[in-house]
């Protein structure tokens, strides 16, 4: 007769390097549970990069966590066999369309000036700032890794555009229309995230209304903690104020409940500008 084998069942444990470390350039370190929540149990690989011009560098605390939160708020609603499925497609493909079109301008200005350093045979120095910052973040989404690329991209597109500027290859007209432009083409893809935030945010509400058991309650504790989020965000963030001042089921004030991290300064919205 064969030996029965013994299985014992033991807690699982979490991943603490994973969840404590990630840096923020700016001297702030972030676990996952305060960047997504309590509840967090989805993948994650991480990726240590330089950025060397603050306009691209407040960005990541403007934009990227906003970005990488509501992915990960795509990806539970994904799971929920109570969401529209059709109406997150078209969220995504939105969004994918926006990504699209802004990379193709920050790489046709890259190529632009790349062109032009290598006519006068300064294609090889290289442009310092005072305040490179060194960051270690955690991708949980395909959207996540793209936007992360795009800005590295946009920070060569600064540092090249600088050097051309400093050696006289283009004037200081030229400077601040290639700045603009730009980052009014980056602020575009923070503009629709937020748009689909909210509408996924009314989507996560009816979902956990839907949902039965612990998943429901589940969604419901995560609704309620994207709420108070959104509160905290409202409360700095002019852009965010005026998209959500008349949601109905937002707290007036934030409490404990509210995700850190997000908010963002007034001066660093004022300098991304």
């Known amino acids: 007769m064969a030996r029965k084998q013994e299985v014992k069942l033991v807690p699982a444990q979490r991943n603490e390097d994973s969840l404590n470390e990630l840096k923020f350039g700016d001297g702030s370190v972030m676990s996952l549970k305060d960047l997504f929540g309590k509840k967090f149990d989805g993948s994650v690989i991480t990726r240590e990069f330089e950025l060397i011009n603050k306009p691209v560098q407040n960005f990541i605390r403007r934009d990227f966590i906003f970005l990488s939160r509501c992915f990960y708020l795509g990806t539970v609603l994904g799971e929920n066999k109570n969401v529209d499925a059709g109406r997150m497609a078209s969220l995504d493909t939105e969004l994918f369309n926006i990504f699209t079109s802004v990379q193709e301008l920050v790489r046709k200005r890259l190529n632009e000036i790349t062109r032009l350093l290598q006519l006068h045979g300064a294609d090889k120095e290289e442009v310092h700032t005072a305040r490179p910052m060194l960051y270690r973040v955690p991708i949980i989404h395909p959207r996540a890794y793209e936007f992360l690329n795009l800005l590295r991209e946009v920070d060569s597109l600064h540092s090249l555009r600088e050097h051309a500027w400093l050696l006289g290859l283009i004037n200081p007209q030229q400077r601040a229309d290639n700045f603009r432009e730009t980052m009014k083409a980056v602020r575009r893809i923070g503009f629709v995230t937020r748009m689909n935030r909210i509408a996924m945010w009314k989507m996560l509400q009816r979902a956990a209304e839907e949902t039965g058991g612990q998943e429901g309650e589940d969604l ?6 994207q ?13 965010i104020a005026g998209s959500v001042s008349s949601e109905a089921g937002l707290p007036s004030e934030p409490s404990s409940d509210a995700l850190p991290g997000e908010a963002r300064r007034p001066e660093a919205v004022a300098a991304a500008e």
């Open 220 to 225: 419901r504790q995560l609704a309620t903690e």
């Open 227 to 239: 709420a108070q989020t959104l509160a905290a965000e409202r409360k700095v963030d002019p852009e």
